[in-house]
């Protein structure tokens, strides 16, 4: 996933459609980090109105905080104690105004740091790890009671199938894209990754629980689906043909549901695009030319000490594959620099790679040790001085090349999926095949219509007109 470490916009406001009864409950999400959390907010979200409470974006008018959080980096952890020390102090100042607060942590802290949480931080009431968001109404109801409840253990039920299933009035509030957690967990253990500790190890989920839920977002508006997992191409299961599918065969499936105009998936191993989903990026329309394809280091030392189990040139080779049957992918990358180790002839191999590779979209990261993982343990760290060094030289080739696809878009005719109203009046924002928003005259077409434009500005922002 592009784990960015940033908080991704999901105030309340989540729960539109809901028939609010008279001084209903409220919540308020706050989101970090990645697409996954973003779509288990939802999914929690959608088991907190069956529970009777109602969004909100005010902080203040809350009786309920909920923060889904993210582990991948130190900052991200660090930020979230910063935020409960904020909320200690709005939950003292209501409790003086006679109302309670509860203050709820779910995701990937929560489930790295569990009870320890409540021993740093005791205005907060519970602790829920990813595996048991289905179990969150009946903690509530315990924290309600005055138990201080940690609920991290791997529940061996299914969740998704107990969580309600997403709801159509929901969904429409959530406009025309939507995330759809096809695959959980990670099992490669990468040396450098919390993933494998937090979500625990990989599973798929059943192909006709995926269809369900993709019919329902279709049947909601949502024309353009992005599957999501940690490791989205390990993804298999048993098709209703009674053999086993792979993440290609699913594609297909998937395009054929009415309404269904586009899909996407994220994120990706190199070492896990099998033929058939190379093919699905020849042969299916529906499937968008734009892939995230974590590389993570170009010196092959790095990424054997990162356990990623291929070599620089695999992954060249990898996508010079993917591009001989879609020569417009445009390619997304993640990078970290300064893992143990890394020297600077290291270095520099990930810099000639992306300059082979020509990413048009990139994340990279500073490494930072993680608690209980190999790469913690290793020996030779990289001063920090160094690490910022490198990833300010990376950062600047990565920008170059953002812009110079950016710029390579001039007079391209393209489909525009019209997604939500501009920042200005007058005008909507779309996206294009290759995930840029585009902004268009609103007279150009509905929310949800799939037009042809053409690029007519690509300066800060790509601007098209209709042909
Ligand atoms: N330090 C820095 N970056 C990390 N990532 C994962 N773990 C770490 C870490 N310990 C990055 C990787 C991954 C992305 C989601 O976050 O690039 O692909
Ligand atoms: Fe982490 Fe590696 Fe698994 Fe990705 S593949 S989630 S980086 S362990």
Same mark, same amino acid.
């Given at each position: 996933?592009?784990?960015?470490?940033?908080?991704?916009?999901?105030?309340?406001?989540?729960?539109?459609?809901?028939?609010?009864?008279?001084?209903?409950?409220?919540?308020?999400?706050?989101?970090?980090?990645?697409?996954?959390?973003?779509?288990?907010?939802?999914?929690?979200?959608?088991?907190?109105?069956?529970?009777? #409470?109602?969004?909100?974006?005010?902080?203040?008018?809350?009786?309920?905080?909920?923060?889904?959080?993210?582990?991948?980096?130190?900052?991200?952890?660090?930020?979230? #104690?910063?935020?409960?020390?904020?909320?200690?102090?709005?939950?003292?100042?209501?409790?003086?105004?006679?109302?309670?607060?509860?203050?709820?942590?779910?995701?990937?802290?929560?489930?790295?740091?569990?009870?320890?949480?409540?021993?740093?931080?005791?205005?907060?009431?519970?602790?829920?790890?990813?595996?048991?968001?289905?179990?969150?109404?009946?903690?509530?109801?315990?924290?309600?009671?005055?138990?201080?409840?940690?609920?991290?253990?791997?529940?061996?039920?299914?969740?998704?199938?107990?969580?309600?299933?997403?709801?159509?009035?929901?969904?429409?509030?959530?406009?025309?894209?939507?995330?759809?957690?096809?695959?959980?967990?990670?099992?490669?253990?990468?040396?450098?990754?919390?993933?494998?500790?937090?979500?625990?190890?990989?599973?798929?989920?059943?192909?006709?629980?995926?269809?369900?839920?993709?019919?329902?977002?279709?049947?909601?508006?949502?024309?353009?689906?992005?599957?999501?997992?940690?490791?989205?191409?390990?993804?298999?299961?048993?098709?209703?043909?009674?053999?086993?599918?792979?993440?290609?065969?699913?594609?297909?499936?998937?395009?054929?549901?009415?309404?269904?105009?586009?899909?996407?998936?994220?994120?990706?191993?190199?070492?896990?695009?099998?033929?058939?989903?190379?093919?699905?990026?020849?042969?299916?329309?529906?499937?968008?030319?734009?892939?995230?394809?974590?590389?993570?280091?170009?010196?092959?030392?790095?990424?054997?000490?990162?356990?990623?189990?291929?070599?620089?040139?695999? #992954?060249?080779?990898?996508?010079?594959?993917?591009?001989?049957?879609?020569?417009?992918?445009?390619?997304?990358?993640?990078?970290?620099?300064?893992?143990?180790?890394?020297?600077?002839?290291?270095?520099?191999?990930?810099?000639?790679?992306?300059?082979?590779?020509?990413?048009?979209?990139?994340?990279?990261?500073? #490494?930072?040790?993680?608690?209980?993982?190999?790469?913690?343990?290793?020996?030779?760290?990289?001063?920090?001085?160094?690490?910022?060094?490198?990833?300010?030289?990376?950062?600047?080739?990565?920008?170059?090349?953002?812009?110079?696809?950016?710029?390579?878009?001039?007079?391209?005719?393209?489909?525009?999926?019209?997604?939500?109203?501009?920042?200005?009046?007058?005008?909507?924002?779309?996206?294009?095949?290759?995930?840029?928003?585009?902004?268009?005259?609103?007279?150009?077409?509905?929310?949800?219509?799939?037009?042809?434009?053409?690029?007519?500005?690509?300066?800060?922002?790509?601007?098209?007109?209709?042909?």
């Amino acid at each position: 996933m592009n784990v960015e470490g940033i908080e991704v916009a999901q105030h309340g406001g989540k729960l539109d459609g809901e028939p609010a009864p008279p001084a209903a409950r409220k919540v308020f999400v706050k989101t970090y980090g990645c697409q996954m959390n973003v779509y288990d907010s939802q999914r929690m979200s959608d088991a907190l109105a069956a529970d009777g #409470y109602t969004g909100t974006d005010r902080i203040e008018d809350a009786d309920l905080v909920l923060l889904n959080t993210c582990h991948i980096r130190e900052k991200a952890a660090e930020k979230v #104690y910063s935020e409960l020390g904020r909320i200690r102090d709005l939950k003292a100042e209501r409790a003086g105004r006679g109302m309670e607060t509860l203050v709820a942590v779910a995701g990937c802290v929560a489930q790295a740091e569990g009870a320890e949480i409540i021993r740093r931080q005791s205005a907060v009431d519970l602790v829920i790890g990813p595996q048991t968001y289905h179990r969150l109404p009946q903690a509530l109801s315990r924290a309600r009671r005055g138990e201080k409840v940690v609920e991290t253990e791997y529940a061996i039920e299914d969740k998704f199938e107990q969580l309600p299933s997403p709801r159509r009035a929901a969904i429409v509030g959530r406009g025309v894209t939507a995330f759809l957690t096809v695959q959980e967990g990670c099992d490669k253990f990468c040396t450098f990754c919390v993933v494998p500790y937090t979500r625990g190890s990989e599973v798929s989920r059943p192909v006709q629980q995926i269809i369900g839920e993709a019919e329902k977002l279709a049947e909601a508006g949502v024309r353009e689906v992005t599957l999501l997992g940690q490791n989205v191409n390990a993804w298999h299961g048993e098709g209703p043909d009674g053999k086993e599918w792979g993440l290609g065969r699913l594609l297909f499936r998937l395009a054929r549901i009415p309404g269904i105009a586009r899909l996407r998936y994220t994120t990706s191993h190199p070492r896990d695009m099998d033929d058939e989903l190379i093919e699905a990026h020849r042969d299916l329309a529906e499937l968008m030319p734009y892939l995230h394809l974590p590389v993570q280091a170009g010196s092959d030392r790095i990424l054997k000490a990162m356990n990623r189990r291929h070599k620089a040139a695999d #992954y060249v080779r990898l996508v010079e594959r993917i591009r001989s049957v879609r020569p417009d992918m445009a390619m997304s990358g993640d990078f970290i620099v300064g893992f143990p180790g890394e020297t600077d002839a290291d270095f520099e191999d990930t810099m000639e790679l992306v300059r082979t590779v020509r990413y048009a979209q990139a994340y990279s990261f500073k #490494y930072s040790p993680r608690p209980g993982t190999p790469g913690a343990a290793m020996n030779d760290h990289v001063a920090e001085a160094v690490k910022d060094d490198r990833l300010q030289r990376l950062q600047a080739l990565l920008g170059d090349q953002l812009r110079a696809f950016n710029a390579g878009m001039a007079g391209k005719t393209m489909d525009l999926l019209i997604e939500k109203p501009g920042r200005r009046p007058g005008q909507r924002v779309g996206r294009s095949p290759w995930l840029q928003p585009v902004i268009v005259d609103e007279t150009v077409g509905e929310i949800g219509d799939i037009v042809s434009v053409r690029i007519t500005g690509t300066g800060n922002s790509l601007f098209a007109e209709p042909v």
